[in-house]
């Protein structure tokens, strides 16, 4: 039996038994790559990765547990303080296992170009629609189609945007968020569990720029698929805009 599964707005998967299936792309083959080393490595935080099943659909396991799926606002687990502790070395541990991951030959990603040494593969959309939530705890995060080579910082920056929240007032109020002036020790904490050693000032225009890129992707890419062009439509790139504008007073 074939479950449809809450939430996504992308490809969208669904669930059998303890499996999940989900559209491949041309990344896929890459993406499933990381995944074993990540399995190998024990890392518990990621989906593993099983082939492709007789439909040509990628099969990974199922991670149980509670999902943010379609429900607005969040769960109150989104902007809790011990949340954003888990998320920051969530993303310490994946770093740390991904960080002798060489990617293999020829292999495509569907954000970013080629790996070179200094590059890691980033999950690049650690954000709450892509978490699980299991027993009070970060039980870790799917939906690794976005995945690809970027410096550890850029996805360290979409983290923070994610779960501090840095994303626009309006849209992160919308999601239950309701802490704005906690927002720069959020911050603090986050890149303090993390591991950040370098100035704030400069990791916020780390994340001025991977916002930035976001938008101008979304943009080139809603001009040929459909799936973006609603996103757009819907106000997704105006509120990364927004977003922007913010960062550029945070203090
Ligand atoms: N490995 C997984 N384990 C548990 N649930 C998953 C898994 N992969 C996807 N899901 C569920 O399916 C939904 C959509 O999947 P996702 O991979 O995020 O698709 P999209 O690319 O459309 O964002 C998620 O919101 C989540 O509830
Ligand atoms: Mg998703």
């Not at 607005?72 to 809790?80: D, H, L």
């Not at 698929?225 to 757009?232: E, G, K, N």
């Amino acid at each position: 039996m074939e479950i449809r599964l809450d939430g996504g707005n992308v490809s969208g998967a669904v669930r059998v038994g303890d499996t999940v299936r989900r559209a491949v792309g041309p990344w896929t083959p890459a993406v499933q790559a990381l995944l074993a080393h990540l399995a190998g490595k024990d890392f518990a935080g990621s989906p593993q990765p099983l082939g492709v099943d007789e439909q040509g659909r990628e099969v990974l396991t199922f991670l149980p547990g509670e999902t943010v799926g379609s429900t607005r606002p969040w769960p109150g687990w989104v902007y809790a303080e011990d949340t954003l502790v888990q998320v920051a070395r969530w993303l310490r541990g994946f770093h740390d296992a991904v960080a002798d991951f060489v990617p293999p030959e020829g292999a495509v990603w569907r954000m970013g170009g080629q790996w070179a040494p200094g590059l890691i593969i980033g999950h690049n959309d650690a954000a709450p629609y892509n978490a699980v939530w299991r027993d009070g705890k970060l039980a870790g995060f799917f939906d690794w189609d976005m995945a690809g080579p970027v410096r550890a910082a850029w996805d360290v920056a979409f983290g923070a945007f994610s779960w501090v929240p840095l994303h626009a007032s309006h849209v992160v109020a919308r999601e239950g968020f309701t802490d704005f002036e906690g927002r720069p020790r959020r911050l603090q904490l986050f890149l303090a569990e993390y591991g950040w050693t370098g100035p704030t000032s400069a990791f916020l225009e780390i994340v001025a720029a991977r916002i930035q890129a976001h938008v101008t992707g979304l943009r080139d890419l809603a001009a040929h698929d459909p799936v973006f062009a609603r996103i757009v439509t819907q106000g997704g790139a105006a509120a990364l805009e927004a977003a922007l504008a913010e960062l550029a007073h945070f203090t």
